[in-house]
């Protein structure tokens, strides 16, 4: 008999993309999966010890879909989604509660299982928390073949080898300044010095107007297909994962390196400086260290990764085991 699961799913991209990275990676035979995705006020923004077991912070349209009958299992995608978990926990309390990422101190013990990356161990920890290396994501043999079918015609006429070039900016109280952004240009400029080809350029709403075209003037006359932020055109960003043959990452975005990881292709992540948090760090350390990506430096140029980064795997066995 098939188990119940709902799936709480915040407005953030990144922890959406994890939840369905693992999802997929479900045998669907075993789980009856709903959906709920999850609204806010402002009253979000409370610590959780305040919001408790309640559906605080919720918009009415959201704290509706939260009612009897309620399922076998729950995950939880969030520190947000924590209080939505622990409500439901507290209605029927033969439901068991998975959580994506650390949930924090407040209702830790309440959880059967709690999925936390390895760069996440100087937070507290408890017997239910079991470690993985990265974030799970949603790359698979299957969704880069759809997207290379989709892509692959519309690079076919830039010089080989491709890099693809994924450009995130900004985190917390940290720019992304114009001297990192001059760095990773003469870093990609110099790679492509060394490897010829073409590039596939990605920006994000976080990299800056100014950044961006500080990165795009040092790369100029290096062939290129490009999507920068704000374009209307279609989102190569999968495609470009599918088709490149190398990729350059930046280390704000956890879920970005996981992905470019997913690939098994070689991977290059610019850290720039006094920019990327003390967790980005041990992240990214954690990277090099179990040999799925390597600096941004031109020496690294013969990396090649050991195997694919693919947390979503390892999350999904320990639920199938719960």
């Known amino acids: 008999m098939k188990k119940t699961l709902w799936v709480l799913l915040d407005s953030r991209t990144g922890s959406v993309g994890q939840a369905r990275g693992v999802l997929q990676r479900l045998n669907p035979n075993n789980y009856d999966i709903n959906e709920k995705s999850l609204e806010y006020t402002k009253f979000s923004g409370l610590p959780n010890f305040l919001r408790g077991k309640t559906l605080i912070g919720l918009t009415p349209k959201s704290k509706n879909i939260i009612t009897p009958p309620f399922p076998d299992l729950v995950l939880s995608t969030s520190r947000r989604t924590v209080p939505v978990a622990r409500f439901i926990k507290k209605q029927s309390p033969t439901t068991k509660l998975i959580q994506l990422m650390h949930p924090g101190r407040t209702g830790l013990r309440e959880f059967d299982l709690a999925i936390v990356p390895e760069h996440d161990k100087n937070k507290v920890s408890y017997p239910n928390i079991k470690y993985i290396v990265g974030a799970p994501h949603r790359i698979t043999e299957k969704t880069l073949a759809q997207a290379r079918e989709t892509w692959q015609p519309k690079f076919a006429d830039l010089p080989k080898p491709l890099t693809a070039v994924v450009i995130g900016g900004a985190i917390k109280n940290k720019e992304f300044s114009l001297e990192n952004a001059a760095s990773l240009g003469q870093k990609i400029r110099e790679m ?119 947390a979503a795997v390892d999350a999904a066995a320990m639920i199938d085991a719960l």
């Open 192 to 310: 492509n010095e060394k490897t010829g080809g073409s590039i596939l350029i990605t920006t994000s709403r976080r990299t800056g107007a100014k950044a961006e075209k500080v990165i795009m003037d040092a790369l100029s006359g290096i062939p290129a297909y490009t999507f920068l932020w704000g374009d209307k055109k279609e989102n190569p960003y999968m495609g470009y994962l599918a088709c490149a043959d190398n990729i350059i990452v930046t280390g704000d975005s956890v879920s970005m390196c996981c992905e470019a990881c997913g690939t098994g292709k070689p991977v290059f992540i610019f850290t720039g400086r006094h920019w990327l948090t003390r967790k980005h760090i041990r992240f990214i350390a954690s990277l090099y260290k179990n040999g799925y990506a390597a600096a941004l430096k031109t020496h690294n140029l013969n990396f090649k990764p050991k195997e694919k980064l693919n």
